[in-house]
Nanobody, 125 residues
């Protein structure tokens, strides 16, 4: 059974930085999709960033400010968040999946079968 556990969320002022981490365990095969989503109060969960086959992609709202990565041992993934804005506030979730289907972009929620419990990020102006 796969297990994903996020940490690193905090309350920061606009312009600050945070690094979220996600400890990944329990996989017998290497995950193909690795990603981050967020959900603000009263809004739907939205895609933030992901890798498919190691290629990183970012939503327009975070492109140039956020960076997704994974450590050399492939036991932990990260989301480095710089120049944070109030609209970045929300609960952040890491997600993963081993499936590699034709045309899969690792952006839709349905592309990910395993999810963490979430970590809260609050950015004040």
């Amino acid at each position: 059974q796969a297990l994903l556990v996020e940490s690193g969320g905090d309350s920061v002022q606009a312009g600050g930085s945070l690094r979220l981490s996600c400890v990944v365990s329990g996989y017998t095969s290497r995950p193909y999709c690795l990603g981050w989503f967020r959900q603000a109060p009263g809004k739907q969960r939205e895609w933030v960033s992901s890798t498919n086959g190691g290629v990183p992609r970012y939503s327009d709202s975070v492109n140039g400010r956020f960076t997704i990565s994974r450590d050399a041992a492939e036991k932990e993934m990260y989301l480095q968040m710089n120049d944070l804005k109030p609209e970045d506030t929300g609960t952040y979730y890491c997600a993963a999946d081993t499936r590699n289907f034709l045309g899969r972009l690792c952006r839709a929620q349905s592309d990910f079968g395993d999810w963490g419990q979430g970590t809260q990020v609050t950015v004040s102006s």
